[in-house]
């Protein structure tokens, strides 16, 4: 064999083993993001599976509406005995506030314990509730924006517990959420519990932000 054909092999074969390199580099790197995908998928799976068994929902029934506190305190949950009693209830009251605003508020005054209903919460009803009563309505079920928010009877809503619900649990509160079928996000009302009586009441009700529209006043519907 010349000087020649030694060359030629030299070069043919340090360009196999840099093509050689190059392959299992390039394998190992695909097998490296394959796996963080997996992984991240995994975990995310993981995550999700995890929130899932956290989150849990208690459905309330209401064969009839509470048109006042009397009323109110005739139905089960008017005990308050358990955290998203008084959720329910809320809801409940707040769907007669444009009908009759001071009988929602008696109820809403029961309902909140040792607290009132201020006059800063009542300004506040005021200009969230105002002739939007379908705000309320969007939390029970059967309501959505084509049909105006008109929830199925018997009414009925969901309150639900999710992760994050414990979070102040040991200074006596709890956050519960409930769905708005306008609004995409969980919206929060937070309780408050008596020790000695072992009674839950309303704390804070972060729930009666805008929501989409009714289809009846929608201009471009």
């Known amino acids: 064999m010349g000087i020649l054909d ?14 050689k390199n190059a392959a299992n580099n390039a394998m190992s790197s695909a097998k490296r993001t394959a796996q963080t995908t997996i992984n991240k998928a995994a ?55 444009n009908e009759d605003r001071d009988a929602c508020v ?37 309501s959505k924006p084509e049909n105006n928010y008109t929830p199925t009877e018997p009414y009925t809503i969901k309150v639900i517990q999710t992760a994050v619900t414990d979070e102040v649990v040991s200074e006596g509160y709890k956050r519960l959420f409930v769905q708005s079928s306008g609004a995409d996000a969980l919206r929060e009302v937070r309780v408050r519990t008596k020790p000695s009586t072992g009674q839950w009441f309303l704390w804070e009700i972060y729930a009666l932000s805008d929501i989409r529209i009714p289809k009846s006043a929608d201009p471009w519907s």
């Open 6 to 19: 030694s060359l030629v092999n030299s070069v043919a074969n340090s360009v196999k083993r840099e093509a």
């Open 43 to 97: 975990d995310k799976g993981i995550k999700t599976v995890a929130s899932n068994l956290q989150r849990k929902e208690m459905k309330v029934v209401f064969k009839t509406l509470p048109k006042n506190l009397e009323e109110l305190k005739a139905l089960p949950e008017a005990s308050l005995k358990e955290p998203h009693y008084a959720v329910a209830l809320a809801m409940a009251a707040l769907l007669l506030y």
């Open 106 to 142: 008696e109820m809403l005054d029961y309902l909140n314990g040792p607290s009132d209903v201020g006059e800063y919460s009542k300004q506040f009803m005021d200009d969230r509730l105002e002739e939007k009563d379908y705000v309320v309505k969007s939390f029970f079920e059967g």
